[in-house]
């Protein structure tokens, strides 16, 4: 697992390349979601990765291009069975009825295993499929692998964030430095926004 090593010397911080071919469009985002998309990814050690590349899932993988037609919820959190990161799970839970009757795919990202979020999946009855970023490429390309002082200690590993992301693949809200109360709230007041 990553956490605790620094992002690999070679990486590159073309963020925008790298959102295109993980199948997220900003080109057509309007100046102000452009602005606060490259202040979410830029400096963020964004890796290269291969076009089309997709993520192993509780429910099989999953690219972005395949939920084209849907607005889709990619929230990145530091790690399964941590108490921010249940609680924010389970406020998704409590909200995914809601959201997915209103189309919204909504898919929670961390760097532990598949095996690790099946185990955290089954024991919150989480509706909605978590993603393994193992090698944190696909945090790396969203800017959300930084560096953090825990306790005095300084270690990598994923800032809590969440990416809307409309029906044709435009970023249209970041989250970043997400505190957990009322998160999921809000996500759900802007996704009504963006299917306007």
């Known amino acids: ?6 992002p690999p010397a070679w990486a590159s911080p073309s963020s925008f390349g790298v959102l295109s ?33 997709a993520r ?7 690219h ?19 108490p921010g990161c249940t609680t924010e799970a389970c406020d998704f839970r409590d909200a995914y009825a809601g959201l997915n009757d209103a189309g919204v795919t909504v898919l929670g990202v961390s760097t532990d295993s598949l095996q690790s979020h099946q185990k955290f999946r089954a024991k919150h009855q989480l509706p909605f499929p978590l993603l393994s970023d193992e090698d944190a490429s696909v945090a790396h390309a969203y800017g959300v692998y930084k560096e953090k002082n825990m306790y005095g200690k300084k270690a990598w590993g994923i800032e809590r964030s969440t990416f809307i992301i409309d029906a044709d693949g435009v970023v249209r809200k970041v989250y970043r430095k997400v505190r957990v109360p009322g998160h999921v709230a809000d996500v759900a007041e802007q996704v009504q926004r963006v299917r306007l």
Do not use: Q
């Open 1 to 6: 697992m990553p956490t605790g090593r620094r």
């Open 56 to 62: 192993p899932g509780t429910d099989g993988s999953v």
């Open 21 to 53: 071919s993980l199948g997220v469009s900003t080109g057509r985002a309007g100046p102000a979601a452009v602005r606060a998309l490259g202040r979410a990814t830029a400096g963020g050690g964004a890796t290269a990765l291969a076009p089309a590349r």
């Open 64 to 82: 972005l291009k395949d939920l084209r037609g849907r607005v889709v919820v990619l929230y990145f959190y530091p790690r399964d069975n941590t």
